[in-house]
């Protein structure tokens, strides 16, 4: 499709979507109408266009051609040697690739190095609670958001989910790496490198039967709304829940970590006006697009077994009832029946009686004698997990996928 004729689309989808038209004829549109205000964004304003009908204008045809061209395989070598945030682009790339790289590695002019260093400070003390939210809240959340699990199903990736949950670990560590995005960090590649993937994917799952089918009318995965869903179930969720859990955060902690997670919303090549300014602007954009959207799906479910069995692999299915004690604990059980977590009769009581203890303690807030023995056990594994979530990640190369999951 020509970009006159894509914005044209663009345009008229938001406007009937704003009608309710879409909303009652598509069954991709679970969720309610879009009536987040642009003015809570980081741009302060905007068209208000409904973000499900935007997807990546710059990114999206550039892979497409580098795919339809048979250059994956050559981008992918250049691509390899591309670490640091500060290194000129690899020699070697396709130029239409490299053109719109250079620009895409470019911060926004709102980024704030303060900013960005609290957050760093921030993930260096409170790493073990972000790990394993990331990991046991997040990670298994997005097997119930049916769009992302479905995405990820049919994608190349979803036949090797051990090799996929090492690079999406890849980018939670780089995103509360102290040096994320300094010049010698690697979050900015990390981005970069991912908004390729899914601009390929967006080009790839069409051609997919699987996908086609259960995609619920929706004729090109992952659009804006889509990524501020996934984005929700990270920045938004791991927030909330260290609120829950009485995690003490400054005011400059939590808005270095806003401001991380805007920042690498941009830098995926979400538009300034779908990105939230604010906490409260993000947690009424997530009760208005993550919330309605969470449900079961049998790819979903597969995908829970698959991450679980593997964090069962650590130490042959010793903690795997603990590990779905924490999970629900953390989750909830609403979401932890969606996604077909086991009651655990005996772990979830004492999780949720030691965790509020283990947490007041870890923060200096009660003392040592009033942890009960079973709060360590907990602990560890936790500890365990989260040391094995952020090593899976080191050393990964994220690269441009060229087929689906074959069928
Ligand atoms: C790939 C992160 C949103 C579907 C990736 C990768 C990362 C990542 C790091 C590269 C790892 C890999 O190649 O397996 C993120 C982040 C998101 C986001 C941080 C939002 C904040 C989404 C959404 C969808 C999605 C909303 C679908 C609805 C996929 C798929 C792949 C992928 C299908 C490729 C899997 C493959 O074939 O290898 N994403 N993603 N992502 N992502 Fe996302």
């Given amino acids: 499709m020509d970009d006159l004729s894509r914005r044209r689309m663009l345009i008229a989808g938001g406007a009937l979507g704003a009608l309710g038209t879409l909303g009652a004829a598509s069954p991709a549109r679970a969720r309610s109408l879009w009536t987040w205000a642009p003015s809570g964004s980081v741009a302060g ?5 409904d973000p499900d009908w935007v997807w990546d204008e710059e990114a999206d045809p550039v892979l497409a051609a580098v795919i339809e ?6 981008a992918n070598a250049a691509l390899r040697t591309w670490t640091r945030n500060d290194q000129p682009l690899p020699a070697g790339l396709p ?11 470019r911060l926004p002019s709102w980024a704030d190095r303060d900013k960005l260093a609290a957050a760093a400070r921030f993930t260096t003390k409170k790493g073990i609670y ?58 900015i590649v990390t981005a970069v490198k991912t908004r390729l993937v899914h601009a390929a994917v967006r080009h790839l799952l069409p051609q997919s039967p699987g ?24 920045a938004t969720f791991v927030m909330s829940k260290l609120k829950d859990w009485r995690v003490p955060v400054t005011t400059a902690e939590s808005d270095g970590y806003l401001h991380v997670w805007q920042v690498t919303a941009h830098m995926l090549g979400v538009l300034d006006e779908y990105i939230p300014a604010t906490w409260d602007a993000a947690n009424a954009q997530s009760r208005q697009v993550l919330d309605p959207i969470l449900a079961s799906t049998p790819e979903g479910n597969e995908l829970t077994d698959v991450l679980l069995d593997i964090v069962a692999d650590l130490d042959a299915g010793l903690t795997r009832p603990l590990i779905n004690g924490f999970a629900r604990y953390t989750l909830g059980d609403r979401t932890g ?20 203890l283990l947490v007041a303690f870890r923060e200096g807030l ?7 023995q079973a709060a360590w056990t907990v602990e560890e594994a936790l500890r365990k997990f989260v040391l094995l979530f952020l090593s899976e990640g080191r050393g990964i190369h994220l690269e441009i996928p060229d087929a689906n999951r074959p069928s």
Avoid at 69 to 74: F, I, T
Avoid at 174 to 185: E, I, R
Avoid at 211 to 234: E, F, K, N
């Fill in 45 to 49: 304003k905007g068209a208000g266009v």
């Fill in 69 to 74: 061209r048979g250059d994956v395989a050559k």
């Fill in 95 to 105: 130029a239409d690739l490299r053109d719109f790289m250079e620009k895409a590695r």
């Fill in 130 to 187: 972000t790990g394993a939210l990331y990991g046991l809240g997040s990670g298994l959340m997005s097997t119930a958001i049916p769009r992302e699990a479905r995405a990820v199903y049919y994608s190349k990736g979803g036949a090797d989910m051990k090799d996929r949950i090492a690079k999406t670990a890849q980018l939670g560590y780089d995103v509360g790496d102290l040096d994320a995005y300094q010049p010698q960090g690697g979050m």
């Fill in 211 to 234: 996908w086609s089918r259960t995609s619920g009318g929706q004729t090109i995965p992952i659009s804006q709304a889509d990524i501020m869903v996934t984005w929700h179930s990270l």
């Fill in 337 to 356: 029946d969606l996604i077909g977590l086991d009651r655990e009769p005996f772990w979830q009581p004492l999780i949720s009686a030691a965790w509020p």
């Fill in 366 to 372: 009660i003392p040592l004698p009033l942890i009960p």
